[in-house]
């Protein structure tokens, strides 16, 4: 028992150890040293040649500061950390390519200042924490409108005759 234990770390070590093993069952990485300072800076991560994630060292100080999550349908999320701080205080929300939600933490207190959100692209309902208490207050919110794309649509079909 203890030999296939020891049989196994080995085997795993191996395996991380070896850049060239081809792990087809894998997250496949690529990284690059954008500044040429002789430090990885850039990482993208694919799974069946699919980028999933990309990880970014924008100033170089050797702390990830930036990451981009790919997901199914359009999904994607950017995290950043603006003052690099190791703590991320943006983030961007997409759905079917189009931004859903934007938060950021502009003071770098750990709390969002600001949070806008987004339907068919265009701004419905944004947050803000204009007396700096920590807690946001809603400036606007039309996020229960239909917009005007879902009402033609909805129009259109209610004055179209039944077909059959
Ligand atoms: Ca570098
Ligand atoms: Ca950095
Ligand atoms: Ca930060
Ligand atoms: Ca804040």
Known sequence: MHRIYRFT??????????PLTPLAWALEAKEEDKNGDGKSDFWIYYEDKRPVKIESDK?????????????PKGKKRIEADLNFDRKADMFLYYEYGQRVKFEIDSNYDGKFDQ?????????????RD?????????????????????????????ASPQKE
């Open 9 to 18: 770390v080995t085997i795993i070590l191996a395996l991380l150890l070896s």
């Open 59 to 71: 100033n170089y100080d050797g702390a990830k500061d930036m990451w981009i999550f790919y997901e």
């Open 115 to 127: 949070v806008s959100e987004y339907k068919d692209g265009k701004l419905v309902k944004l947050q």
């Open 130 to 158: 204009t007396d700096s208490n920590g807690e946001l207050e809603t400036i606007f919110d039309i996020s229960d409108r239909q917009s005007n794309i879902i009402k033609n649509i909805k129009i259109n079909k209610d």
